[in-house]
C-alpha cells in the first residue's frame, strides 16, 4: 500500500497557506468563512482518509499524526466559523497549544525511525506553527499571527517539498 504521508502533506500545505494569507492581510476578515468552510471541505477529510490508511497499515507516524492534524484543522475552522472576522480566541489557543505539544509526538516516533527525517521535520514545523498561532489566539498579539504566518509559508514549502520527495523517491527507485 502507498505511503500516505504525502497525500496529508498536501493537504496540510494547503490549509496552512490559507491560514497565514488571512493573518498576513491577503485575504481580508470576510474571507474567514470561506477559508473555514475550505479547510472543512478539503484538508480534514484528506487528512482523516491519510490517518485512517496509516493506522490501517501499522504505521503509527502516519496514522497519529495525520489524525491529530485532521482534528487540529477541524477545530481550527470550526472557531473561524464561530467567531466574529478578525477576532481571537482563548479556547482555540489552549487547543493549539495541545495540538503543538501532541504533534511533538509523531514528530518524535519519527525522527527515531529510520527513513522519516523528512516526515519529522514537517510535524515538528507543524508544532511550532500551531504554537506561534495559540499565542496569537491567547494574546491577541499581531506579531504572534505575523511569526505564524510566516512559520505557516515555510510548513507549506516544506510540507510540499516532502510530499514531492515521499511520491518521487520511490517512483524513481523502481524506474
Known amino acids: 500500500m502507498a505511503n ?10 494547503g490549509a496552512t497557506l490559507l491560514v497565514s494569507g488571512l493573518q498576513l492581510g491577503w485575504l481580508g476578515p470576510d474571507q474567514g468563512h470561506t477559508v473555514a468552510w475550505m479547510i472543512l471541505g ?11 490508511f496509516g493506522l490501517r497499515e501499522g504505521d503509527p507516524v502516519a496514522g ?21 472576522p ?6 482555540l ?10 504533534m511533538l509526538v509523531p514528530a518524535t516516533a519519527a525522527g527515531l525511525t529510520p527513513g522519516k527525517a523528512l516526515p519529522a521535520a514537517v510535524m515538528a514545523t507543524t508544532a511550532v506553527r500551531f504554537l506561534l498561532t495559540a499565542l ?8 504572534w499571527a505575523q511569526l505564524a504566518a510566516l512559520a505557516g509559508l515555510v510548513l507549506c514549502a516544506l510540507a ?3 510530499a514531492a520527495a515521499l511520491l518521487v523517491g520511490p517512483a524513481l527507485r523502481s524506474a
Open 4 to 13: 500516505p504521508l504525502p497525500l496529508g502533506f498536501l493537504a496540510l500545505g
Open 42 to 52: 478539503f484538508t480534514v477529510p484528506v487528512q482523516l482518509v491519510a490517518s485512517v
Open 136 to 143: 496569537f489566539e491567547l494574546t491577541a498579539i499581531d506579531a
Open 93 to 102: 489557543g489552549l487547543l493549539l497549544v495541545f495540538s503543538a505539544l501532541a
Open 64 to 84: 497519529t499524526g495525520m489524525g491529530l492534524l485532521a482534528a487540529s484543522w477541524a477545530a481550527i475552522a470550526v472557531a473561524t466559523l464561530q467567531g466574529a
Open 86 to 91: 478578525g477576532t481571537t480566541s482563548d479556547a
Open 160 to 162: 510540499v517539498v516532502v
